[in-house]
Nanobody, 125 residues
Framework: QVQLVASGGGLVQAGGSLRLSCAAS????????MGWFRQAPGKEREFVAA????????DYADAVKGRFTISRDNAKNTVHLQMNSLKPEDTAVYSC??????????????????WGQGTQVTVSS
């Protein structure tokens, strides 16, 4: 059974940094990538970043390119999201997910069938 446990959220001032982590267990060969998605109040869930387990292919939403970095530790089945230069508009509940998206569609949440609990990120102005 796949389990995803996210951690690292919190309150930070604009311009600050946070590092989110997502520890996966039971993923085996049922997943090929992990991603981060976020949902702000009153808005739909949106893609943030994703990385494949093999090859390290990554993808980022335009809104976070150059500020966020996703990385993986295959030995620990853990994915990290380093978030720098945070902005108030980054405030949201961030959730990690695992699935088998096509390498060219890492952003497509329809291919993620395992989801972890969300972690709140709040950026104050």
């Amino acid at each position: 059974q796949v389990q995803l446990v996210a951690s690292g959220g919190g309150l930070v001032q604009a311009g600050g940094s946070l590092r989110l982590s997502c520890a996966a267990s039971g993923v085996g060969s049922s997943t090929s990538a992990m991603g981060w998605f976020r949902q702000a109040p009153g808005k739909e869930r949106e893609f943030v970043a994703a990385i494949s387990w093999t090859g390290g292919t990554t993808d980022y939403a335009d809104a976070v390119k150059g500020r966020f970095t996703i990385s993986r530790d295959n030995a620990k089945n853990t994915v990290h999201l380093q978030m720098n230069s945070l902005k108030p508009e980054d405030t949201a509940v961030y959730s990690c997910a695992a699935g088998r998206p096509f390498s060219t569609r890492l952003y497509d949440r329809r291919f993620y069938n395992y989801w972890g609990q969300g972690t709140q990120v709040t950026v104050s102005s």
